[in-house]
């Protein structure tokens, strides 16, 4: 028998049962829906919650009895797969697999009544109706919007998304190109794509509210809020409105060094952007009477989006390295990639952290949370300039951030590198802010030198890192 703590950790996500109830076979068959709903997952007969190994006196008769179970009370039938294994004192265990299935959902049939199940933590509960319906679509092979609505394409405007189509590609949408995102079907109708996409979009949920609390919570210290909009438009307005607001509403302190300056935003500019981004194209937008909020206090930023995990899987349980790359609305997703709003890679949290760390000042302490529940996402930036037990990120000395770019941008420049694709690769857009707070530090130390001495404003001239990179702080 293969080592079973080894066995145990190739498991995704399991549940220890230490017998098996044949009364009451809800107590496992609701994990079965709840595992073929989902990501999959095991059910463990033999053995405790604290892995002690209580063992079965009938493996065989176990897998007949969970067999004709499921076919019974699972509808549709899931694929399950058995493995049974004995310990090296005599012991019985069965692994029941349970796989992700595509005919979702999959439901518990008991009495008359089909119940949905889902995990909820370690626990399998029956489905709320906001995820019902996305286990119904996603079985269907649909988006909420890729669905149908009641209006046409000539009821509309779309001024916003043509003019910045435009813009950034150069071209004019087209009514095939409408189609072909998406955002109409071939009779004119609008799917909820188009829709949110229109000037004055009549979808109730789609809103954002923006709100710079007075102190650390919204009970306020003398007024409920500094500031406030509430935005009901396109989505691209949506977007760029609210990061207007953020801006509006935070500081960009700067620090004055010997022959250059350093600047100090209370957020990194990018990473907000993505956020604010990631909001608007993975909210649920079944769930009515709810919003996208952000509320900015003195301390931190916080954004807000209705809809967990598409997965159904809380954030908290994953490494941002390994958190599967699922679009809930991929149409709305589809355009924001066209407009360079977001990138295709599924690498949007792991790369807020990352900017985050470039800021000047930057401590673990100040690094951006992700919170998740069945029913609604958080995204938490700390103040860089907000002083956390007696010291801001700014005031600390420490300058992990700078020194994590730095080394970025001299491992990027073991070969000869050109100012712009210098600039390029850290993805700093100011060329003077580029010069002052990387470029002039790092030749004045000595860590990269001009390959052409004698024509430092050459066109053709690049720079070359001097010796190997220092390590990268984490």
């Known amino acids: 028998m293969p080592n079973l703590d080894k066995l145990l950790t190739e498991l995704t996500v399991c549940e220890f049962k230490e017998m098996l109830e044949v009364k009451k076979t809800k107590s496992w068959l609701k994990s079965v829906s709840a595992f073929a709903n ?6 463990i007969f033999g053995m405790a919650d604290n ?83 996305e286990l119904v679509m996603r079985g269907r092979n649909l988006t909420f919007d890729a669905l149908p609505t009641e209006y046409k394409v000539d009821d509309l405007m779309f001024t916003m998304l043509d003019a910045t189509f435009k813009k950034v590609t150069k071209q004019i949408l087209t009514k095939n190109d409408y189609i072909s995102f998406g955002l109409c079907r071939a009779d004119d109708t609008l799917t909820y794509a188009g829709l949110m996409f229109s000037d004055e979009c009549p979808l109730l949920q789609s809103r954002v509210f923006c709100t710079r609390w007075d102190g650390l919570d919204k009970s306020g210290r003398s007024d409920d809020a500094i500031d406030d909009k509430e935005f009901e438009c396109d989505l691209i307005s949506q977007l760029l409105k609210s990061h207007d607001f953020i801006k509006m509403n935070m500081k960009n302190r700067w620090k004055k060094m010997s022959d250059h300056r350093i600047d100090k935003p209370d957020y990194a500019d990018r990473d907000v952007f993505e956020a604010l981004a990631n909001a608007l194209m993975h909210r649920d937008y079944h769930i009515i009477g709810s919003e996208v909020h952000i509320d900015m206090f003195d301390d931190r930023l916080e954004i807000y989006s209705p809809g967990g995990m598409p997965d159904g899987t809380l954030i908290q349980e994953h490494e941002l390295d390994a958190i599967p790359s699922t679009r809930r609305n991929p149409l709305i997703a589809e355009i924001f990639h066209r407009l360079d709003y977001i990138e295709r890679r599924g690498s949007g949290l792991k790369k807020i952290r990352l900017e985050t760390s470039y800021l000047y000042g930057y401590t673990e ?17 700390k103040n860089m300039n907000y002083v956390l037990h007696g010291k801001s990120g700014q005031d600390t000395g420490q300058v992990a ?29 100011s060329r003077d802010h580029f010069e002052n707070t990387l470029l002039k530090p790092l030749l004045k130390a000595g860590d990269l030198r001009m390959t052409l001495p004698d024509k430092p404003n050459s066109r053709n001239q690049k720079y070359v890192a001097t010796a190997s990179p220092p390590k990268r702080l984490t």
Do not use: W
């Open 401 to 429: 951030g700078q020194d994590n770019r730095t080394a970025t941008l001299l491992e990027f420049c073991m070969t000869p590198k050109t100012k712009k694709e210098m600039q390029v690769f850290v993805g700093i857009s």
């Open 38 to 43: 989902e990501r999959g997952g095991s059910l």
């Open 51 to 133: 892995k002690t190994v209580v063992g079965l006196s009938d493996i065989k008769t176990d897998i007949d009895i969970i067999s004709k179970a499921i076919k019974e009370k699972i509808t549709p039938l899931p694929t399950v797969d058995f493995r049974a294994y004995q310990t090296d004192d005599g012991k019985d265990i069965l692994i029941v697999e349970v796989l992700a299935g595509s005919e979702t959902p999959y439901f518990y049939s008991a009495d008359g009544n089909l119940i949905a199940f889902i995990r909820i933590g370690s626990d399998s509960q029956p489905a709320p109706p906001n995820r019902l319906r």
């Open 365 to 381: 302490e100040y690094a951006p949370e992700f919170r998740s529940t069945p029913t609604a996402f958080h995204v938490i930036f």
